[in-house]
């Protein structure tokens, strides 16, 4: 098809409304635009395609031969549109919303909390992916993630959904009570992080803890690190939204809190691509992480 040979979009819409109301000021009212912008547009059809299109006829307008083909033609060829765009948002709303968490967040914050989302939405269907690598939101097909870090990614839209309170954390036999005014009480335990975790090796530093002078076991994940904190292996420090559940459940105890207020879990979903099921994800996100803001 030779798109160049056929008349614009805007100038075929404009004759389309105009037959159809057969009144070019009702035309201009569903298409928001003003009754000289119609008489314009049909105008410059009939001159392009060299018929005449609609006559005036009392206080409103007949439709000629030539402009009662066209005006079927556009009318059954707009409805197939529209038809194929109602179909492609539909299969958007049935299929799963796809999410990509970290596992630490997935295990500590998400699968928690997830149950009251299925009771509230079971119509809506979603895949969790968990993973601690960087997606693409738009290549890899991901509707909506949470990373953990200070807000800054290129091209998505960021919100925070959890503070960046920091705590640190031990089983209560491995305290045994003590009291804890500063990390430096805390220099003669065993310590374990994860590895990859750099920035909290900074945060604890800042707080003046030299990790060089502590026995120190970095492991792979999160998951790992919790178990090692809760079987009384070590001391971690941890973002408080993951430990919040262990700490009110006895499993382990707050020794100390750090702020550091330009980090955070944060949503990232694509600008401009959000579906209503999405939103609504999203939605329910937002009241949880309002919930542990206020814990």
Request: a negative charge; proline letters at 4%; aromatic letters at 6%.
């Amino acid at each position: 098809m030779d798109w160049r040979s056929l008349p614009s979009l805007a100038t075929l819409r404009a004759f389309e409304a105009a037959a159809r109301h057969q009144k070019l000021s009702q035309a201009a009212r569903e298409l928001n635009v003003t009754h000289a912008a119609i008489s314009q547009h049909v105008r410059k059809l009939e001159e392009e395609l060299g018929e005449p299109l609609l006559l005036r006829q009392g206080r409103g307008m007949a439709v000629t031969d030539a402009g009662r083909l066209l005006a079927d033609a556009l009318g059954s060829g707009f409805a197939t549109i529209a038809d194929g765009v109602a179909q492609i948002r539909q299969r958007g709303q049935e299929r799963a919303v796809q999410i990509s968490v970290t596992p630490a967040f997935a295990s500590h914050w998400l699968m928690p909390r997830i149950g009251s989302y299925w009771a509230e939405h079971p119509e809506i269907k979603i895949n969790i992916n968990p993973s601690a690598d960087l997606v693409d939101l738009r290549r890899d097909g991901v509707d909506l993630a949470v990373r953990y870090g200070d807000g800054n990614w290129p091209n998505v839209d960021t919100e925070l959904l959890t503070d960046g309170e920091f705590v640190v954390v031990a089983h209560p036999d491995l305290v045994q009570g003590r009291q804890v005014t500063c990390l430096s009480d805390l220099v003669d335990l065993p310590w374990v992080m994860e590895d990859h975790m750099m920035e909290r090796r900074r945060i604890v530093e800042e707080e003046g803890i030299d990790l060089n002078d502590v026995k120190l076991t970095t492991m792979q994940t999160s998951d790992l690190v919790s178990s090692a904190v809760a079987a009384g292996l070590g001391v971690s420090v941890q973002p408080r939204s993951l430990v919040d559940a262990q700490i009110d459940a006895g499993a382990v105890v707050s020794l100390y809190r750090i702020s550091q207020s330009e980090l955070g879990y944060y949503i990232l979903t694509r600008p401009g691509a959000v579906t209503q099921n999405t939103a609504t994800f999203r939605d329910w996100l937002r009241r949880k992480g309002a919930e542990g803001a206020t814990h």
